[in-house]
């Protein structure tokens, strides 16, 4: 990508106030923080980014992590200022904060909306309160939706995510519950199949034979039903698992799956700039003593060959509705020219041009696409 494009910030707050069952960050919870310490330290975070990467505008800002809408308004409106004294603000930039559907949260809103923050992504994660408690929730459906309503009163921008092909949902139970998440006039929503990750409490429960996997049939019918439903209501797939009205995709996200520099702060955070991967500290306490001790909390920074940069590109975009421009690619992605024809004979990704994107009948099995083509 151009070194003059815009640029994307993201801004991770690694601090829960309860376990979670999907982050690796439970270690992280928190009773107490010193804001104004960690104020700081994220500020002299930010200055270090700036310096590395000169000339630039912002064009999104996201606040992700732990509970970042637990973050002090204070802390969050500074890191705006002091992002947009640094690089100053592509007009209308868009600034995320993802949030629980607590009241204790939806409480906050109203000072983070006027710290700076324009969008919500809220984690609905189910309308059926039996799912939210498989699910690890500490929400339930009416408190959920509370919070929606209080994000949309709010913000001028609002998402939220569920979570399908849970242990016994039925396509018509899916169909029911989608349609009633189109209700709440929302621009944009995501989308997810409930996957078994390591190290997660539903690894756990699989492992031990107490949940089973989700049909791959049944799941692949659930994924079209998904497709079908949203285009009709006018949130057609951007990406394999968000869907929008034209022209509320995700600003932030689709840096991401275009491969655009996006500077990364705080512990654990990743960032890509200037053809290198940043990686900081993850445990809090040793990000903060590096900040301390070096003005960034940067554990390791490596740069990316050419090839890495070209199948990281390709990794993301083809997630994309869009595909990839393969001239636009900064690397040079190492392809399996005869796989790709193969597949593309069956109609699971197409070409056009300098353009690859996956087929609608290939999002389904995106992962083993990318398995084929790319050479390792």
Request: with cysteine; hydrophobic share 45%.
């Amino acid at each position: 990508m151009s070194g003059s494009e815009p640029l994307a910030l993201y801004v991770h707050w690694p601090f829960c106030v309860s376990k979670c069952p999907y982050c690796d960050f439970n270690s992280h919870v928190r009773e107490q923080v010193d804001q104004a310490a960690w104020r700081a330290a994220m500020l002299a975070d930010l200055r270090h980014e700036a310096e590395q990467l000169p000339g630039r505008t912002l064009s999104s800002i996201f606040f992700g992590g732990g509970t970042p809408s637990l973050m002090p308004p204070e802390t969050v409106a500074a890191v705006i200022g002091e992002a947009e004294r640094l690089w100053g603000f592509e007009p209308g930039i868009e600034i995320t904060l993802e949030a629980n559907p607590s009241s204790v949260e939806a409480a906050r809103f109203a000072d983070l909306a006027a710290a700076g923050v324009n969008r919500v992504s809220l984690g609905l994660q189910a309308l059926d309160d039996t799912a939210l408690a498989f699910l690890g929730r500490a929400h339930n459906v009416a408190e959920g939706l509370a919070a929606l309503d209080t994000a949309q009163s709010v913000f001028a921008r609002a998402s939220f995510d569920l979570i399908y092909a849970r242990p016994g949902q039925t396509l018509a139970d899916w169909e029911a519950e989608l349609r009633r998440a189109l209700g709440f006039g929302t621009e944009h929503l995501s989308l997810y199949q409930l996957t078994i990750e390591p190290g997660t409490r539903f690894a756990t429960l699989f492992e031990k034979g107490e949940l089973a996997a989700f049909d791959p049939d049944a799941a692949a019918d659930l994924f079209e039903a998904t497709r079908a439903i949203t285009a009709a209501a006018g949130l057609p797939a951007y990406e394999i698992s968000n869907h929008a009205r034209p022209g509320a995709e995700s600003r932030h996200n689709l840096t991401y799956w275009r491969y655009g520099d996006y500077a990364g702060i705080g512990p654990g955070a990743h960032g890509r700039r200037g053809g290198a991967a940043t990686f900081r500290r993850k445990k809090p306490e040793n990000w903060i003593a590096a900040v301390e001790r070096n003005a960034h909390g940067i554990e390791r920074e490596d740069a990316l060959s050419r090839a890495e940069r070209g199948v990281e590109a390709l990794l993301m975009g083809l997630r994309l509705d869009e595909g990839v421009d393969l001239a636009r690619i900064a690397g040079e992605p190492p392809l399996d020219l005869e796989a790709l024809a193969r597949i593309e004979a069956q109609g699971l990704i197409a070409r056009q041009g300098t353009r690859l994107r996956v087929t609608a009948a290939g999002m389904p099995v995106l992962e083993a696409i990318l398995r084929e083509i790319v050479l390792a």
